[in-house]
């Protein structure tokens, strides 16, 4: 770890960047799209399955492959504008709350070409679209999220009327306090002593930090009851996740506070990034900053205080985030769409949230970058999604 990272962050604090020079296109670009090595060889088995058998699954895993094929395709593009991206922006990332929605998850949060949320975006829409027998739209769905990207870009204020399926999955009834904690505890997986020891001290240094900007919190919010590791998702199946019950506002058991300790995902070395002085870990918290809609009550970052560095974290001065969970929190999942209009609805609304996070300064020249470039993002993304077919065909073995 570097010296100068000591003690926890808060979110805010930015750091120059560099752009990376752009890799010139490669043969690779037209091959089955593939998982990288490391990535597939710590899969669990049961992911294993999972990606064999669905298609979706195997595009959410394979993020990091699939970024450096987009960079690879768009290399040519001369001076592309360079943004904020979410980073793995697609269907399954949009999310609500009791009081908000939109796409959530910014683990891969970093600044890059703005062509690298887009396709990602279309790239969900078509392979949402086959899975639910609405391949014919597909094209009309793209046209919907590239209306609400300049929707976006054009007016970042405005927001779109929450979408039906949203306000349908409000209507479920959410569980209990209780009930939500119950089942947080059940996804917490055994620790030994040593490691439950460094969350604990990772707990004082983010009480201590959290305090100086937020005093009135109870004097024991952050107060150990039990933390375990974190075995879920996809794209972040293979990182390290430790979730944690804290005292909370009060000593009452059920205003506990779950709280997921993470480490950053390593995307060192991925072409057409900012290669950035900052810790890994603000790259997230910014994303967070300029373009969530959701928000976290708690939210820092920091070195790896709460258990202690791998070799290749300090190597290459990995962090870990903190966020807090929210009990309504819920993930809208292509199964629940009951329409091809529900899938409208989001990526419009998606364009829109994506559009809306770009800085005053590159609005115009990505408007004028996305008009120039709009039939090629979409003759590149269904050549991508067929490309990431035959890779998923040869890892289910058909």
Known sequence: ?????????????????????????????????????????NAPPELMDRLRADPFTYFRFINRAWTARVCEVFADVDHPTIVRLHGDAHVEQFALTKDAWGLDDFDDSVRGPAYIDIVRFLGSIDLASRRRGWSRDRDALWTR???????????PEARPSEPDIVH??????????????????????????????????????????????????????????????????VGSAAARKVLIRVEGPTSDRDDDVLLEAKEVANLQGLPCFEDSGTPQGIRVISGVQQLARLKHDI???GPTLLIPAAADQAEHGLDWWLSSWEPTYREVHIGDLRSVGDLGDIAFDAGVQLGAGKIVSVRGETRVLLDRLEPRLRKETAALVEQLLAGWRELAGQ
């Open 299 to 301: 939210l820092a970052v």
């Open 168 to 233: 349908a999955l409000r209507k479920q009834a959410p569980a209990s306090a209780a009930a939500y904690l119950a089942w947080g505890m059940t996804q917490m997986q055994p620790m030994d002593e040593p490691a439950l020891k460094a969350v604990a001290e990772g707990l004082q240094a983010v009480d201590e930090l959290v305090r100086r900007q937020r005093r009135a919190l109870a004097p024991r919010y952050f107060a150990l009851v039990r933390a375990g590791w974190l075995h879920m998702g």
């Open 1 to 41: 770890m570097r010296g100068a990272r000591q003690g926890w962050r808060l979110a805010g604090r930015f750091g120059p960047a560099i752009l990376c020079l752009a890799l010139t296109v490669r043969p690779s670009a037209q091959a089955p799209l593939r998982p990288f090595a490391d990535a597939l060889a």
């Open 145 to 155: 999220f590239f209306e609400g990207f300049r929707r976006g870009l054009a007016n």
